[in-house]
């Protein structure tokens, strides 16, 4: 039988492929702009039926149609590798839950866990001459799941980019049980991020001028990694390399810009290296069977000792707040939570571990809640009951506001208390230093 007389026999509507799920069932929906739209759409009108049906996957980029049943909560469970503002309000209604994770490791949990997933339904790009179907810009784990489920359906999209890798970017027509031509919807774009403020600019600046020619950079999501990527785009660094989990607009801004080459690294040189990829369509445009740019997958991207390989690797993340101990909480508010670890710990200790790496950790000194009208700083004495320590005291390296930038390695806990309010806003610092003392983390010759 040949390629495509395979992918006839396995072709499908999305109908059928939905009634595949039964009460009970684990299915997974891939993730980010892999989310699966004729299929969910199937499985939605049959869910009510069902009961327990516990689905998987991360970063929702629209709102599923299965999330807009009638009392979602007695039907299933959204269970979330990483939050997004969907999954968040999902949360308040009972049926959205966060599934704590230390990314690289994703693989891994699918191919060791007894719980094998009974359903994967995820988009596609259309199958090649060879019968692949390419994961788009979400190699991440994808291969693992495949490997793993009992049911494997693609949602073939004639829009989704084709991202090149040097593996576990793509299934075979073998491996697949069901195949659904669905409508081909444009790609969801991720923000193409809000012009950067002053402080993100201020930030920015900082950052910049620590990193040398020929550093290998790994960006966040966010305005102040996105500031970092277009203030590298307007300098005179060169011979840069991208060595990242996520692939954002600001990358492509700095190749365009010619500042990209993959000269230095050690490994997989001269490539853009990658664990997922979201933004707009520029960036999807510039990932479709580009050869510059690998997909791989996240236990590759994101393991600590890939990163340690690179000399001069350069971790550029965000945090939502962080106390006078040094310790880093980039996922919740208190106990509501807003996205997820995700891999920044594994880049932080994955770029301290490098020749002449950096990891910076960055953030405003402060914001205004919205609840009270009043500026609160993100320097606490402690963290919030409920906030989730993403990176342990031990671990922050560098820590940029926009009042400056700070070593923090190898601190006892009065420098670090020091060095961390020097850079808080400074209508905050006598407090913070007077919640220091209390602490005992405060030596009375401190400057004030």
Wanted: with cysteine; net charge negative.
């Amino acid at each position: 039988m040949d390629l495509k007389e395979i992918y006839a026999s396995k072709l499908v509507s999305a109908e059928q492929a939905a009634a595949v799920v039964k009460s009970g069932d684990w299915v997974d929906y891939g993730w980010t702009t892999g989310t699966p739209v004729a299929v969910d759409k199937a499985l939605a009108a049959r869910l009510p039926q069902l009961e327990n049906v516990n689905f998987r996957g991360g970063i929702l980029m629209w709102v599923p149609e299965i999330f807009k049943i009638e009392d979602p909560a007695a039907h299933m469970t959204w269970n979330s590798w990483h939050m997004s503002g969907i999954e968040r309000k999902a949360v308040a209604q009972g049926f959205s839950f966060y599934s704590p994770i230390r990314y690289s490791e994703l693989p891994r949990y699918y191919r060791e866990s007894a719980n094998k997933p009974d359903v994967a339904i995820f988009q596609v790009a259309p199958m090649d001459e060879h019968g692949y179907f390419n994961f788009g810009p979400n190699a991440s784990h994808m291969a693992a799941l495949c490997e793993t489920s009992k049911c494997v359906i693609v949602e073939v999209n004639e829009n989704m980019p084709r991202c090149l890798g040097g593996m576990e970017e793509s299934v075979h027509v073998s491996q697949v049980d069901m195949i659904v031509e669905g409508d081909n919807p444009t790609i969801a774009e991720m923000g193409g991020a809000a012009a950067a403020t002053e402080v993100d600019q201020a930030v920015a600046k900082l950052i910049v001028e620590q990193i040398p020619n020929g550093a290998c950079l790994q960006l966040g999501i966010g305005g102040m990694p996105n500031a970092v990527g277009s203030l590298i785009a307007q300098s005179d660094l060169k011979d840069l390399g991208v060595h990242t989990e996520m692939y954002v607009d600001a990358f492509v801004d700095i190749a365009n810009a010619g500042k990209i080459t993959g000269a230095n690294k050690a490994i997989d040189k001269g490539r853009q290296v990658y664990a997922f990829g979201a933004g707009t369509k520029k960036l999807y445009d510039y990932l479709n069977n580009n050869p510059a740019c690998m997909s791989a997958p996240v236990d590759y991207t994101n393991d600590v000792r890939t990163i340690s390989q690179l000399d001069n690797f350069m971790s550029i993340n965000n945090a939502v707040d962080l106390d006078l101990f040094g310790q880093v909480n980039a996922e919740s508010a208190g106990v509501k939570n807003i996205s997820g670890a995700g891999g920044q710990l594994d880049f932080v200790l994955g770029a301290y571990l490098s020749k002449g790496g950096k990891s910076f950790i960055c953030c405003s000194s402060t914001f205004m809640d919205k609840k009270t009208g009043q500026l609160q700083s993100r320097i606490r004495p402690t963290l919030a009951n409920g906030s989730i320590v993403t990176d342990t005291r031990a671990n922050i390296h560098y820590l940029v506001t926009e009042y400056g930038l700070v070593n923090l390695k190898g601190l006892s806990t009065w420098q670090k208390a020091e060095a961390i309010i020097s850079v808080a806003h400074p209508d905050f610092r006598d407090q913070l230093i007077a919640d220091a003392e209390k602490m005992h983390i405060w030596r009375r010759s401190n400057k004030r």
